[in-house]
């Protein structure tokens, strides 16, 4: 492609300012059509993001054919159906994440971009950003050593609306988002540890719900095992005091360590035998257009994204193990 002709199904609030603006902003990139069910709310977008269409129909937008390229960014639930329809369209897609409802929605999306030979990326768009990229710097570099194991701790409170039903967000309805809290926020992490340290080859874990607002799980204990043989530990709890509030990664190696956040961006801390450094890397002021930046270069013939169907499905994959599906 010359240039890349977008149109996004399910223009909310993550297309706000995280994602939608970054597809008019990058050169060679426009978008051409947002789509929701709500009719209202998608003029009001297209209005206000200076998009000159919009539908109510997903199937219309995807055979819009003023549009190339397709954003996915419903909840998981329906991920799989406009991911298929979009590959069988002729168009490549970029879908949110998780990629799907489970690994294998993952695999059949898969199948469906191999026969169609459109391009599939998933939205972790963390493999793109500085903070992660720096990490990534210091592994090379072999800043700490040997790699020997992996600490992941995200605790959190119950929020007033996870405790009310009638108030309750979608990522905490099974049949919606999957496994809640954790399908949404730990595949963040997973898929960050895949890119630095190499493929989850196996995962065991425990999940419950303790806090009893909701139907799915609200705490997971992971055990992973990397395919170099890093081992590795998670911690995910929604339910915790304040107090006990932590959003960490710790890389330990043998001369030392790397902590850093998935959602905080806090100074990284690398401590090693030339002592404790902290250090911060700016942040887009939308998020995601390091990563779409890659995905037109790729569709352009001109660089390539680090975010592919084939790494989503395997972060699926691990999620898929760590809750004993």
């Not at 690994?103 to 992660?132: D, H, T, V, W």
């Not at 979608?170 to 992490?189: E, Q």
């Not at 806090?211 to 339910?239: H, M, N, Q, R």
Request: proline fraction near 5%; include cysteine.
């Amino acid at each position: 492609m010359k240039n890349v002709r977008w149109g996004i199904i399910g223009a909310g609030d993550v297309c706000e300012k995280k994602s939608g603006p970054a597809f008019y902003k990058i050169a060679h990139s426009s978008l051409e059509a947002v789509m929701r069910r709500d009719e209202v709310k998608a003029k009001d977008f297209a209005i206000r993001h200076n998009v000159k269409k919009y539908y109510a129909d997903a199937n219309e937008l995807i055979n819009d054919p003023e549009v190339d390229a397709i954003y996915v960014a419903t909840p998981p639930q329906s991920h799989k159906e406009y991911t298929i329809m979009s590959l069988k369209a002729g168009k490549p897609v970029y879908v949110e994440k998780p990629m799907a409802m489970n690994y294998s929605e993952c695999i059949e999306m898969l199948e469906a971009s191999k026969n169609s030979g459109q391009k599939l990326f998933a939205a972790y768009y963390r493999r793109a950003l500085p903070y992660f990229l720096k990490v990534k710097e210091f592994l090379g570099a072999q800043a700490i050593g040997k790699i020997f194991s992996i600490d992941v701790k995200y605790l959190r409170p119950a929020s007033e609306a996870d405790k009310d039903i009638d108030t309750q967000p979608w990522r905490v309805k099974k049949n919606i988002a999957g496994d809640g809290y954790f399908f949404d926020m730990a595949p963040h992490t997973l898929d960050i540890l895949d890119f630095l340290l190499g493929e989850i080859t196996e995962a065991k874990g425990f999940s419950q719900n303790l806090g009893g607002f909701y139907e799915v799980a609200d705490t997971v204990s992971a055990t992973i095992k990397f395919k170099s043989g890093i081992i590795g530990t998670g911690l995910w709890c929604f339910v915790s005091p304040p107090q006990s509030e932590e959003d960490s990664v710790t890389i330990i190696g043998s001369e030392g360590y790397i902590r850093f956040n998935t959602f905080a961006f806090k100074p990284i801390l690398l401590a090693n035998k030339e002592g404790e450094t902290f250090y911060d890397t700016p942040q887009p002021e939308h998020i995601q257009q390091p990563l779409i930046q890659t995905i037109v270069d790729e569709l352009r013939g001109t660089g390539i994204c680090p975010s592919t169907g084939i790494s989503g499905a395997r972060t699926s994959k691990v999620m898929d193990w760590i809750v004993g599906k």
